[in-house]
């Protein structure tokens, strides 16, 4: 067994980090596609700060703080803030008046904040955001008006502070967040891509098929059995483990029996590569069939995550 150990990980210690450098690669590769994606998905909403208050400033970090907007800051020169629209840099574009802070606590705000937005689905969808925002921030002071009026003398800060403790999260929001998922579309595609990448292992380990040496070492019985095991077992661990990886940087939340299936598939991927390995001596026989393996192996696996 030592024989063995020495042959497929020591004296291969050069091609296991060649292959960890291209799955690493890969998986950068695969983060920054990911967090463009992420980028292209925020939309645009432009805002002109007439006030430069504090409450104009909150406004615009409440809206910097929703995950789905990007903030785009007009200077107060610029005469049009529909002209952004029109030049197609934003979807919505608002203008925060003078005396904001001063119409916020006397709750004027119906037409005081002229609103310009794209008149489409997505425009809908980021005017309501917006307005949620705004929305949002009006409440402490409602909230502190009708106190006033019933002569409870609670200070604005002290409300903001508990509605911002009090405000519940959305059931919706928490079950995703929480619940281990059995299957992962996604997470699937990430898997399948390495597995593709990963048949490079043939080329890198192309020296362990040495027919005069392997004759001899399988004379002994078991020697078969121990070398196809170690040989299995690196490379699924090594795969796993850059899996677990991706689990912690990505936040997947996956269930045990989603990396039971993993494991199983990655297995059964590693013996049909160990057996092209060891039995076909052409090396562009070889990683032709480990390519098609490797396909029809992502395939399998795409299928079991539908």
Known sequence: MKSIFNLVVLKQWKQYMALLLILVITILVILMTQATTNKIFKMPVAVKD????????????????TKYLE????????PYIEGVIQKKQAIVSLQIPE?????LKENHLRDAIPVYYKDDFIGEIALEVTSKALYQ??????????LEKSNQEVSLDEIKEEYNKDTPHSKMVHHALKKNADVSISVGLIIALLLL??????VFHQRLKQNAALERM???????????????????????????SLNLILAWSLSMIFYITTVIVLII???GLSILLFKINTLSHKLFMAIIWSIAMSCLYLYTQI
């Open 71 to 78: 903030v785009i800051h007009i200077p107060k020169e610029e």
């Open 99 to 103: 005396h904001f802070s001063k119409k």
């Open 218 to 244: 399988l004379m002994f019985n078991g020697t078969k059995l121990k070398l196809y095991t170690l040989y299995i077992f690196i490379h699924v661990l090594l795969l796993f483990l850059l899996i677990l």
């Open 197 to 202: 990448v990963s048949c490079s292992q043939i």
């Open 137 to 146: 921030q009006q409440i402490p002071i409602i909230i502190h008006s009708h």
């Open 50 to 65: 007439m006030d430069q208050s504090q409450s104009s400033k909150e406004l615009i970090h409440n809206l910097e703080q």
């Open 269 to 271: 991927y590693e013996l």
